[in-house]
Every structure is written in structure tokens, then in C-alpha cells.
């Protein structure tokens, strides 16, 4: 998901006359329910895995689309 994620925000990027941002929230629930459906090979977590993604992609800070983490 979280590459999915950065490769739309970069497609959006490089389409639209504007930045586009990611908005996230914070849950309140227990890591283990909060992960329970996802397979073990994808309990990364998606804000800070899919900023990374965007780290790496475009080195250039002003260019990359912001992700915003919120509780």
C-alpha cells in the first residue's frame, strides 16, 4: 500500500499544476488489532514507510509531495 501510495502522490506530482499531500491519522486501537488483517510480510506502517518511498524517489525536498501525520 505504502508504494502504491508514493507512486500516485509522484504520478499526481508531475500531472497536476499543484503539489498533491497525503493526510493521515493515528489510531488509537492496539498494534496487534490494528494489524490483525493485514498479512505479517505488510505490518510496515504506511505514513512513515510511504514518506521513506518518497525520500529515496525525489531526493529534492521542495518537489516531494508532503505526507502529513495527524492524531
Do not use: C
Not at 486501537?29 to 505479517?40: E, G, S, T
Not at 505490518?43 to 495527524?70: F, K, N, Q, S
Request: hydrophobic fraction near 35%; avoid cysteine.
Amino acid at each position: 500500500m505504502a508504494n502504491t501510495l508514493a507512486a500516485v502522490l509522484i504520478k499526481l506530482s508531475h500531472t497536476l499544476p499543484i503539489s498533491p499531500h497525503a493526510y493521515f491519522e493515528w489510531s488509537e486501537r492496539a498494534p496487534a488489532q490494528k494489524h490483525a488483517p493485514i498479512p505479517p510480510r505488510r505490518r510496515r506502517g504506511h505514513p512513515p514507510h510511504a514518506r521513506e518511498i518518497l525520500r529515496r524517489a525525489v531526493p529534492d525536498e521542495r518537489d516531494r509531495p508532503p505526507i502529513h501525520v495527524g492524531g
